[in-house]
């Protein structure tokens, strides 16, 4: 098949029978159709559209190795700088379209799929047979263009201990048995952002294990269609309220739902089983692999184009009330400048660093990813909403809907809510956008989304430092204070 259409995207969607719940109610057809889901998945047919648009089309896809059908640039094994390079120009396209604000579109699990296809040597640790599977996966995936989801963290009942004591141990999902032909799962997972829109659920590693007894029935990573008998998903109540784009310019585009995961005795084929067991080959999944590299080189693509998006934003709002010459909000607009450009050079550095795998991939720096990884959930993203709220101040609340400009009292609206620069239907339509991306409910889910993105600040930063290599900075302190 090679690169999907929009159109085959959604015929497929709505051929799936998954077991979802959104609002009290089941739904198990039709899912590109239900209000809850319809307009993300139209948003997520455009950007495979976007894939046979000419303007667009050299740069999202590329020859199969196998097939020579034109599959998707995510799948592109990088083998030098400028594989990087193609594939980040690919990531742009699709973040640049929905300015950052879709999390989990196809290329950010490709990625990750395109590293562990390489990690020979990784899964020779354990069977080599898991990395012919994940490679036969992988070339699955590349070939019928498959959008997939994945889980991550056990449920949230009592964090003052491991996953695998939750609930004694019946809670967060676990391998309960093990036969000749696969795996049966049972228990649950968070969060599966994007699970009722998506073809697939790939379940990896994601939390660190103990390396303990108890922890092997916690150790696995494998992949079910997502409408796979037994598996079932409890959404959050929505952030798209079926209000016009006008009134919602973001959530009515790009409100990708959340789920929790549940697993009802899920078989899983041994072909789909990718590591079984050997906790301490999952806590390194992401770092021996590749994966994390990878993935964080699309993550930091999108940001980008986010932190883009609010600078042009910031800068609309300034010019249509006419704050553009006060100087403290040149400062703010200043700091949004700096850190667009600290993010292009991140990428850059990242590529222009990168180093050759022992398996032949040229994964980009990874020392660099991860202080970008670090710095932007916690200093920039909250600083994006911070900044267009002091901008607009309560020009957010004096906001007309659509309907209203349809209505006996336009005229007044017309009067007393222009701009400087814009008619008043104009102006609102501005500040609609501003509200979307700074108050609304979706925007403090982006926020929430963002902050957590990787897992909990806290231990990120940890991890850093004791990861990153300090010692030949504190030999050359160390030297200078022995200095005569």
């Known amino acids: 098949m090679g690169a999907r259409t929009g159109q085959q995207y959604l015929d497929k969607l709505n051929a799936m029978t998954p077991e979802l719940y959104v609002d009290g109610e089941k739904v198990t057809s039709k899912v590109a159709e239900h209000p809850a889901f319809r307009n993300n998945a139209l948003t997520y047919a455009k950007l495979f559209d976007l894939q046979h648009d000419p303007a667009h089309r050299d740069v999202l896809t590329y020859e199969s190795p196998t097939t020579g059908e034109r599959v998707g640039t995510s799948f592109l094994v990088p083998r030098t700088e400028e594989d990087l390079k193609r594939r980040r120009a690919a990531f742009s396209v699709w973040a640049e379209y929905s300015n950052g604000f879709l999390g989990r579109t196809g290329d950010y699990m490709n990625s990750s799929l395109t590293a562990l296809s390489t990690a020979k040597k990784f899964f020779s640790q354990a069977d080599p047979v898991y990395g012919e599977r994940i490679q036969k996966y992988y070339e699955m995936a590349r070939e019928n263009d498959l959008l997939a989801t994945h889980t991550l963290i056990p449920p949230q009942v009592n964090r003052s201990v491991s996953g695998s004591q939750q609930g004694g141990g019946n809670l967060s999902a676990k391998v309960v048995e093990e036969r000749e032909d696969g795996i049966v799962v049972r228990g649950a997972r968070m969060l599966a952002t994007i699970a009722p829109i998506a073809d697939e659920l790939l379940v990896f590693p994601s939390t660190v294990l103990r390396g303990t007894p ?60 990718f590591l079984l067991g050997h906790p301490e080959l999952c806590n390194a999944w992401y770092s021996e692999t590749g994966a994390g590299a990878l993935m964080t080189h699309q993550v930091v693509t999108r940001t980008l184009a986010k932190t883009e998006f609010y600078l042009g934003l910031a800068s609309e709002i300034a010019a249509a009330i006419g704050i553009g010459g006060f100087q403290h909000i040149q400062q703010d607009l200043s700091e949004l400048i700096s850190y667009v450009e600290i993010e292009k050079a991140v990428l850059r550095a990242a590529e222009a660093d990168g180093k050759l795998s022992e398996d032949g991939v040229f994964l980009p720096k990874w020392e660099v990813l991860n202080a970008a990884r670090n710095w932007y959930p916690t200093k920039v993203s909250p600083r994006l909403t911070e900044i267009i709220r002091k901008f607009s101040a309560s020009g957010l609340m004096a906001l007309p809907g659509e309907a209203d400009f349809a209505a006996d009292g336009r005229p007044d609206i017309d009067t007393y809510l222009q701009s400087a620069t814009l008619p008043a239907k104009d102006r609102a339509r501005l500040f609609k956008l501003a509200f979307d991306a700074s108050v609304s409910s979706f925007a403090g889910r982006e926020s929430l989304y963002e902050y957590f993105f990787f897992g909990d600040p806290v231990r990120m930063a940890g991890a850093q430092v004791n990861a990153y290599p300090r010692e030949a900075l504190q030999e050359r302190v160390r030297e200078l204070l022995s200095r005569d």
């Open 214 to 273: 108890e922890d092997a029935p916690y150790s696995y990573a494998f992949a079910v269609p997502n409408d796979a008998p037994g598996l079932k998903y409890f959404c959050r109540a929505g952030l798209d309220h079926g209000r016009s784009h006008f009134d919602e310019p973001l959530a009515s585009r790009f409100e990708e739902m959340d789920a929790v995961v549940v697993f009802d005795d899920v078989f899983v084929p041994n072909e789909r089983v």
